[in-house]
């Protein structure tokens, strides 16, 4: 029996779009698993960072010892390759009084057999092993209504021209998220836009597995486990329930909610069975540093016989609270600029960081012909993901400790792929690989260095042009660099300075200089004042800074100093070797109250820039080879929030 011409030309056509893709995925393959086993991570990394330590013991743990316990030799073996030591670990003390790791346990248990068969590096194959299949879906799912060049296009600018290289060379379990999530995705979604096979039997793999409705209990498995591992992602399961639901099948929607559940419940079941807790965070948790700085004694349980888990480490708690997020300047100040900040954000931007997801958006709203209802479900859920993450944890949405980018929102951007119409052309792709390159080439030229230093990119480029994120002070990348944060300026009580790029110099006593020729960014935070009330209790009182008084000092030079507060700009022209003193309004402020225990701080964004600057070496014959712009004191007056 001959085929007809037009089914044997779009198969043939298929069949070519499938060697792409297959030669595509092979070499994607080849060259990850390469790098993963030849790259030395201890070197590589230059220590652990934000939960590094905590993954990689348990990692180890149970690749070695079988179990989920911290005990002493799990803390010997870390110095095989790290001599600071587990930096950051967090434990918690179950019921039954053991130590246990405070993080969720199945990414380094599906990691465990790679790093028993090749150490440390075997995290890193598991994350080569995982971006591989994500390629593989990606370009299947774009393929399946693009042309075979645009689908491919667009594949690597969404997995490789983005943030995501970044957290593949993290121990972590954030890319490992963003992995399951979006290939879960896939085997729901691929039946969706590919259809049957024109040729049964030479594709009858594919049509058992991803073109029939089974397809749907991998993607359930899938989502549990990414459920598990970050419960924040349990909206992810609703457009396959709310698709099923709109279809009437009743039974389809009934087996997804039955297997996901259960992948769930089986997940912290096992949790409750190893801890005696189904919170693997929750009790009394703790993270362990190697010297304390004043709040809190240095060390790590087991180094020795003075420390234990009750004499060392540093008490935690969540980032997000009920006591917090049901107050009015959470919902309603907060809340509207956190979601300015999560799509603009210097440090956060979907637009900055994860702009091949903003794209996909920005093409699916466009394409007005090719938009199905399971689609309009996905995008549902990306949206409504992220408003659970800014509205339960208003001060530290993107990953605490000042990750790279949005790092809580990892895990979501891979359903976004899902929201691509049909590309004929690679126009779609190349843009969006340009466009996102301006903002992330600097951080995929370096992933490790970009995972020690993740504020340096945010000082230079297109970034500066984007806002700071006042509502998360304390969690800005900035504050892995301790000389440039809570700096102690003017005023009674001082205001406490962070200074976000590199043109302020350190602090002179309560004064800086201003690099010469720049502007200068600097988070300003009020204290909080401690009064006696009528009884004579101690009580701490928010305060809000009403005006600005700045002191301004130049050298040999002429300079113009601007100063922009957000309530006021001001224009100073100052001679060489002046001074002038400026009063400056400032706006209402951001409330910042991330432990409902305290009062609320209130933290303003100023900048700062001269126009001129000097070198004192050469212009004073000071020992001083820092081009220098304008001294600047700045003393707040506070009055009392409302």
Same mark, same amino acid.
């Given at each position: 029996?001959?085929?007809?011409?037009?089914?044997?030309?779009?198969?043939?056509?298929?069949?070519?779009?499938?060697?792409?893709?297959?030669? @595509?995925?092979?070499?994607?393959?080849?060259?990850?698993?390469?790098?993963?086993?030849?790259?030395?991570?201890?070197?590589?990394s230059g220590g652990f960072a934000g939960d590094a330590a905590t993954y990689y013991t348990l990692g180890h743990s149970l690749a070695h010892d079988l179990d989920f316990e911290y005990q002493r030799d799990?803390?010997?073996?870390?110095?095989?390759?790290?001599?600071?030591?587990? /930096?950051?670990?967090?434990?918690?003390?179950?019921?039954?009084? /053991?130590?246990?790791?405070?993080?969720?346990?199945?990414?380094?248990?599906?990691?465990?057999?790679?790093?028993?068969?090749?150490?440390?590096?075997?995290?890193?194959?598991?994350?080569?092993?995982?971006?591989?299949?994500?390629?593989?879906?990606?370009?299947?799912?774009?393929?399946?209504?693009?042309?075979?060049?645009?689908?491919?296009?667009?594949?690597?600018?969404?997995?490789?021209?983005?943030?995501?290289?970044?957290?593949?060379? /993290?121990?972590?379990?954030?890319?490992?998220?963003?992995?399951?999530?979006?290939?879960?995705?896939?085997?729901?979604?691929?039946?969706?836009?590919?259809?049957?096979?024109?040729?049964?039997? &030479?594709?009858?793999?594919?049509?058992?597995?991803?073109?029939?409705?089974? +397809?749907?209990?991998?993607?359930?498995?899938?989502?549990? =486990?990414?459920?598990?591992?970050?419960?924040?992602?349990?909206?992810?399961?609703?457009?396959?329930?709310?698709?099923?639901?709109?279809?009437?099948?009743?039974?389809?929607?009934?087996? %997804?909610?039955?297997?996901?559940?259960?992948?769930? =419940?089986?997940?912290?079941?096992?949790?409750?069975?190893?801890?005696?807790?189904?919170?693997?965070?929750?009790?009394?948790?703790?993270?362990?540093?190697?010297?304390?700085?004043?709040?809190?004694?240095?060390?790590?349980?087991?180094?020795?016989?003075?420390?234990?888990?009750? @004499?060392?480490?540093?008490?935690?708690?969540?980032?997000?609270?009920?006591? =917090?997020?049901?107050?009015?300047? &959470?919902?309603?100040?907060?809340?509207?600029?956190?979601?300015?900040?999560?799509?603009?954000?210097?440090?956060?931007?979907?637009?900055?960081?994860?702009?091949?997801?903003?794209?996909?958006?920005?093409?699916?709203?466009?394409?007005?012909?090719?938009?199905?209802?399971?689609?309009?479900?996905?995008?549902?859920?990306g949206v409504i993901t992220a408003g659970v993450l800014l509205i339960y944890m208003p001060f530290t949405w993107s990953g605490g400790g000042g990750p790279v980018g949005n790092r809580y929102f990892l895990?979501?951007?891979?359903?976004?792929?899902?929201?691509?119409?049909?590309?004929?052309?690679?126009?779609?792709?190349?843009?969006?690989?340009?466009?996102?390159?301006?903002?992330?080439? /600097?951080?995929?030229?370096?992933?490790?260095? &970009?995972?020690?230093?993740?504020?340096?990119?945010?000082?230079?480029?297109?970034?500066?042009?984007?806002?700071?994120?006042?509502?998360?002070?304390?969690?800005?990348?900035?504050?892995?660099?301790?000389?440039?944060?809570?700096?102690?300026?003017?005023?009674?009580?001082?205001?406490? &300075?962070?200074?976000?790029?590199?043109?302020?110099?350190?602090?002179?006593?309560?004064?800086?200089?201003?690099?010469?020729? +720049?502007?200068?960014?600097?988070?300003?935070?009020?204290?909080?004042?401690?009064?006696?009330?009528?009884?004579?209790?101690?009580?701490?009182?928010?305060?809000? %800074?009403?005006?600005?008084?700045?002191?301004?000092?130049?050298?040999?030079?002429?300079?113009?100093?601007?100063?922009?507060t957000g309530g006021e700009r001001r224009i100073i022209d100052m001679a060489a070797g002046s001074q002038q003193t400026v009063e400056i309004a400032m706006p209402h402020g951001m409330p910042y109250k991330?432990?409902?225990?305290?009062?609320?701080?209130?933290?303003?964004?100023?900048? %700062? +820039?001269? +126009?001129?600057?000097?070198?004192?070496?050469?212009?004073?014959?000071?020992?001083?080879?820092?081009?220098?712009?304008?001294?600047?004191?700045?003393?707040?007056?506070?009055?009392?929030?409302?």
């Amino acid at each position: 029996m001959t085929m007809d011409h037009g089914v044997a030309r779009r198969f043939e056509g298929r069949s070519q779009a499938w060697r792409l893709g297959a030669a @595509s995925t092979a070499a994607v393959g080849i060259l990850l698993t390469a790098w993963s086993l030849s790259v030395d991570f201890p070197t590589a990394s230059g220590g652990f960072a934000g939960d590094a330590a905590t993954y990689y013991t348990l990692g180890h743990s149970l690749a070695h010892d079988l179990d989920f316990e911290y005990q002493r030799d799990d803390l010997v073996r870390v110095w095989k390759e790290f001599p600071s030591g587990p /930096q950051g670990i967090f434990l918690k003390r179950g019921s039954g009084g /053991q130590i246990y790791y405070a993080k969720a346990y199945i990414y380094p248990l599906l990691a465990a057999p790679f790093i028993w068969l090749f150490g440390t590096s075997g995290f890193l194959l598991l994350h080569a092993l995982l971006m591989t299949a994500c390629f593989a879906c990606a370009y299947a799912f774009l393929a399946a209504r693009s042309h075979p060049v645009a689908a491919l296009v667009f594949a690597v600018a969404f997995l490789f021209v983005s943030v995501v290289p970044v957290y593949m060379v /993290q121990l972590g379990p954030d890319f490992f998220i963003f992995a399951v999530v979006l290939i879960g995705y896939f085997f729901w979604c691929y039946k969706e836009v590919a259809g049957p096979a024109p040729i049964a039997p &030479a594709m009858s793999w594919r049509t058992r597995w991803l073109l029939a409705p089974r +397809s749907d209990i991998v993607a359930a498995v899938l989502l549990g =486990v990414a459920t598990f591992a970050k419960p924040t992602n349990v909206g992810l399961i609703v457009p396959l329930l709310a698709s099923a639901v709109l279809r009437r099948q009743w039974s389809r929607g009934a087996r %997804i909610t039955a297997v996901f559940g259960a992948v769930v =419940v089986l997940m912290f079941a096992l949790n409750v069975a190893m801890t005696g807790e189904w919170n693997y965070q929750g009790g009394e948790r703790k993270t362990f540093y190697a010297a304390g700085d004043g709040t809190f004694q240095g060390g790590f349980p087991f180094l020795n016989e003075a420390s234990t888990f009750d @004499s060392v480490g540093l008490a935690r708690v969540g980032g997000g609270s009920f006591g =917090v997020l049901f107050t009015r300047d &959470a919902l309603l100040e907060v809340f509207p600029h956190n979601v300015g900040y999560f799509l603009f954000g210097r440090h956060t931007g979907f637009a900055a960081y994860y702009l091949p997801g903003l794209m996909a958006v920005l093409l699916f709203l466009a394409a007005t012909r090719d938009r199905a209802m399971w689609q309009w479900f996905t995008l549902a859920a990306g949206v409504i993901t992220a408003g659970v993450l800014l509205i339960y944890m208003p001060f530290t949405w993107s990953g605490g400790g000042g990750p790279v980018g949005n790092r809580y929102f990892l895990g979501t951007y891979g359903v976004f792929l899902f929201l691509v119409p049909p590309l004929q052309t690679a126009l779609a792709g190349l843009l969006t690989t340009g466009l996102s390159a301006l903002f992330v080439t /600097q951080l995929l030229s370096g992933p490790f260095f &970009a995972t020690r230093h993740p504020a340096e990119h945010t000082k230079t480029g297109l970034f500066r042009w984007l806002p700071t994120e006042l509502t998360m002070v304390n969690d800005l990348p900035i504050n892995h660099e301790p000389s440039r944060i809570r700096q102690p300026l003017g005023g009674d009580p001082p205001v406490t &300075a962070f200074f976000i790029d590199d043109n302020v110099y350190d602090r002179e006593g309560d004064a800086f200089w201003v690099r010469g020729e +720049s502007s200068a960014d600097i988070l300003l935070r009020a204290r909080i004042r401690t009064e006696a009330d009528l009884a004579g209790v101690e009580v701490a009182r928010s305060l809000r %800074i009403e005006k600005l008084t700045a002191i301004l000092e130049t050298g040999p030079r002429p300079n113009r100093v601007v100063i922009n507060t957000g309530g006021e700009r001001r224009i100073i022209d100052m001679a060489a070797g002046s001074q002038q003193t400026v009063e400056i309004a400032m706006p209402h402020g951001m409330p910042y109250k991330y432990d409902p225990r305290f009062p609320t701080n209130y933290v303003y964004l100023i900048s %700062i +820039s001269s +126009s001129s600057g000097f070198v004192p070496m050469f212009d004073t014959g000071a020992n001083d080879s820092r081009f220098l712009g304008v001294m600047v004191r700045l003393i707040p007056t506070y009055g009392a929030a409302e």
